[in-house]
């Protein structure tokens, strides 16, 4: 193995890119004493910390591959801790970092907590410093909660950790994927939290779902649509399992014409307003309304989309009538329409 040490650095580095994470780790434990492996181990442990780098609170939910995978605790340890290969870490920068946040059943304070060092962390000069040269930031936030919980102190928190991104100047322009999920944020300071989303310039994926959203809120009888409320080149959104009524003209007309993908499965919907889909949302791919309530639509709004498009209309209250009329402008227009 040291042979390859005659090799220029990038190329060695390149060769140890075609072992797994858990494979560079083994060749570490092989070499770790050895006397003659320092330059060895230093390009084995770049390896790791060059790739994608995921910060967690706990074992999350799926399965993951990162090439390094700390908790949090963990994370600020190596900036606490001298050594040498603490020392690496801190000079070598990922390509992406994933937050991955999932709160195990019954452990609101463990989550808590773990919420607090997040932002410990974003205010961190240290962490700042290592942020600065990531390419690509992804967060993933399932607070796990079910309608009988009700816990303000963690909806408050995870309110806290949009705000805070929102205006982190080393995370908000690289940020591609965001979820929060499974909270009751949908409960507090929505028309104030909502407006957030547009400074996240760089965001393609956007998961809202099982918030408790609504469609008003006080003096607001279409919140949704009230304003722009996504980033200008947002590819996808998922508002599945909601509580919205209402898909009005405005709301569609202020989402981002670069979305591809649109998910509003499972909400209370009755009622779609008549517009131009195919010209207010000239992208888009896959629009998905299954088990909702809906039973007021236009098929008429659908006459521009074209080939490509699919709308998947499982299990609504659409009358027979209108379903056959769309059925027969998709035919026409060469779109998919599944029911």
Known sequence: ?????????????????????SETQRVIEVFYHSPKSHQLLELLYRRLF???????????????????????????????TLNKENRLFQSTRPNKIEFN????????????????????????????????NTLQVDVYVDANLVLI???DNLTA?????????????????????????????????VPQWSLLFTNFSSLVSLDLSQNLLKSNYDQYLDLWGASKKFPSFLKKLNLDSNMLTYVSKEFIKNLPDSLEELLMNQNDIEIIELCDLGVLLPNLKKWELNYTKLSIMNPLTFKSCDKGFTLELVSTYLPVTDLEKLKKIAHEKRFTVVI
């Open 1 to 21: 193995m040291l042979t390859i040490l005659s090799l220029p650095n990038e190329v060695i580095i390149k060769i140890f890119q075609y072992l797994s994470p």
């Open 50 to 80: 060059s790739g994608k780098l995921m910060l967690i609170n706990d074992e999350p939910k799926h399965k993951h591959y990162p090439d390094c995978e700390l908790t949090l605790s963990s994370f600020l340890d190596k900036f606490l």
């Open 101 to 132: 946040f999932t709160r195990q059943h019954c452990d609101y304070m463990r989550f808590i907590s773990n919420l607090n060092q997040f932002h410990e962390i974003l205010e961190d000069p240290s962490c700042q410093e290592y942020f600065k």
């Open 149 to 151: 919980e009700n816990p």
């Open 157 to 189: 928190v995870i309110i806290k950790v949009i705000l805070e991104l929102s205006k982190h100047k080393e995370f908000v322009h690289k940020i591609q994927h965001l979820t929060i999920k499974a909270s009751d944020i949908g409960n507090m300071y």
